[in-house]
C-alpha cells in the first residue's frame, strides 16, 4: 500500500517537472545554505586551531607591563626581564619543557646587491623547541655560541628566498645592520599566522648577539615557556605569577607589572567566537527552508485544487480518506527530500569550493548533513500535512461536481 502510494506521488510530480523543481529550488537553497555555512565555519575554527598550534605547543608567554588596558588599548610600561628570571622560571617551576628568552628587533637583511626588511629574534635554541620549529637544514647554536654571543644566525624560507634564491645559504654570511653573521641553518616553513604575519620572514640569532650588536642593552623582551605534555598550563601560569611577584617585590594587593598569556586560552576564546558566528550563519540559512516549506504548502493547495476530481473518483470507489491524507502527505515528502538530496549535493560541492578559495580546510560534518536531509524531511511532513488534510476530507459528491 505505501508503496503504490509512493509511485503515485512520483507519477504526480513527474506529470509536472518544472512545477515541481521550483517547489523544491526553497528546499535545495536552504539546505545548501546551511550545510555551506557550517561546514566554512568548521573549517575557520580548524584553521585557527592550526595557527595558533603553530605559534608553539602548550605555550605560555611571560612578558613585563599590564598588556593592552584602560582606554584606549594603551599599554602600561614596566622594567624589562632579564636573563636571570627566564633562568629563575627554568630553575624553580615544575613541568616546564624548555623555556626561551626572546629579545626581538627589526633589520634590514643585506647580502651582495639585495636585501629584504625581516624580524631578528634573539633567544636560545630552547626557542625551537617552545615553538615547535624544526630545522630543515643546518644546525642549531652550539653552547660556545649561545654563551659568547657569536654572530651565526638561522634563516626562515621567506629570508632564504629573497636573498640566495635557489643558492644554499648555509656557511654564507649576511648583515643584519651593524651585526655581520654567518648562516649555520635554515628553519622549516610554518607559513602565515591567523593574524596575517608571515612566520618566516625571521632571523634567529642568539639572545646575546642581539643584545651585544643590535639592541645594544641586555634586556630580555619576554620568556616563552612550554609546559610538558600532561601539565595544567593554568597551573603553570599561577606558578609562574608567584615567581615573578616574588622577583619583581611586588606587594601583596598591589597590581602585576607583567603579565603572562596561556595560548590555550586564545585558542579556546577564538574557536569559541567561531562558533558562534557559525551557528548564526547557519541559523540565517535555515531560515530559507521555512520559506521552501511554505512554497511546498503554497503547491500542494493548488495541487489539490487541481485534482479535485481525481479525489472525489477515488473516494468515491472506496478509498478510505486516511489513503488519499497519505497520498499527498508522501507527496510532499518525496518533494523535500529530493529538495534535501539535491541541496546536500550542491552544500558540499559550495562548501569544498569556498574551503578551497578561502584557504581554510573542507572539514566534513555528517552530523549536519543527516541533521539538514531529516529537517527537509520534516518540512515536507509539517506543511504538507494541512493540503492533505484538506483533500482528505473533501465530499466525494462535492469533488465530482467540482469544474
Not at 116 to 141: A, C, I, K, Q
Request: charged share 20%.
Amino acid at each position: 500500500m505505501i508503496w503504490e502510494t509512493f509511485v503515485l506521488a512520483l507519477r504526480a510530480i513527474r506529470r509536472n517537472v518544472l512545477r515541481s523543481f521550483l517547489t523544491i529550488l526553497g528546499i535545495v537553497i536552504g539546505v545548501a545554505a546551511v550545510i555551506t555555512m557550517v561546514t566554512l565555519g568548521d573549517g575557520a575554527t580548524e584553521q585557527v586551531r592550526a595557527d595558533i598550534s603553530s605559534l608553539g605547543s602548550n605555550m605560555l608567554q611571560v612578558r613585563p607591563g599590564q598588556g593592552f588596558r584602560g582606554p584606549g588599548g594603551v599599554r602600561i610600561p614596566s622594567e624589562r626581564f632579564k636573563i636571570s628570571d627566564a633562568q629563575a622560571i627554568e630553575r624553580e617551576i615544575a613541568g616546564l619543557q624548555a623555556v626561551a628568552p626572546t629579545a626581538n628587533r627589526s633589520a634590514q637583511a643585506i647580502i651582495g646587491n639585495r636585501n629584504w626588511p625581516t624580524s631578528v629574534m634573539g633567544s636560545t635554541n630552547d626557542y625551537l623547541r617552545v615553538r615547535d620549529w624544526p630545522l630543515e637544514h643546518g644546525r642549531v647554536f652550539t653552547e660556545g655560541e649561545l654563551h659568547s654571543g657569536r654572530a651565526v644566525c638561522i634563516l626562515g624560507t621567506t629570508v632564504v628566498k629573497e636573498l640566495f634564491g635557489d643558492q644554499d645559504p648555509l656557511g654564507a654570511f649576511i648583515r643584519l645592520d651593524r651585526l655581520s653573521c654567518q648562516v649555520v641553518g635554515v628553519l622549516s616553513s610554518k607559513g602565515q599566522s591567523s593574524f596575517g604575519q608571515d612566520q618566516d620572514n625571521m632571523v634567529l640569532v642568539p639572545l646575546r648577539a642581539l643584545q651585544r650588536r643590535i639592541a645594544g642593552n641586555t634586556d630580555v623582551e619576554a620568556v616563552m615557556v612550554s609546559a610538558m605534555d600532561g601539565v595544567s598550563t593554568e597551573a603553570l601560569r599561577e606558578d609562574i605569577e608567584r615567581l615573578m611577584r616574588e622577583r619583581r617585590r611586588i606587594a601583596q594587593g598591589r597590581d602585576d607589572d607583567f603579565h603572562v598569556r596561556d595560548m590555550e586560552e586564545i585558542v579556546s576564546a577564538l574557536t569559541s567566537t567561531t562558533r558562534v558566528l557559525t551557528a548564526l550563519l547557519g541559523a540565517v540559512a535555515a531560515v530559507s527552508l521555512l520559506v521552501g516549506g511554505i512554497g511546498i504548502m503554497n503547491i500542494m493547495l493548488v495541487s489539490v485544487t487541481e485534482r479535485t476530481r481525481e479525489i472525489g473518483t477515488r473516494l468515491a470507489i472506496g478509498a478510505r480518506e486516511k489513503e488519499v491524507l497519505m497520498q499527498f502527505l508522501i507527496e510532499a515528502v518525496v518533494l523535500s527530500s529530493l529538495g534535501g538530496i539535491f541541496g546536500i549535493a550542491l552544500g558540499l560541492g559550495a562548501a569544498a569550493l569556498g574551503a578551497h578559495l578561502l584557504g581554510v580546510p573542507f572539514v566534513f560534518n555528517p552530523g549536519i548533513v543527516v541533521l539538514a536531509f531529516v529537517f527537509s524531511a520534516s518540512v515536507g511532513v509539517v506543511f504538507g500535512f494541512f493540503p492533505a488534510r484538506q483533500a482528505a476530507r473533501m465530499d466525494p459528491i462535492e469533488a465530482l461536481r467540482h469544474e
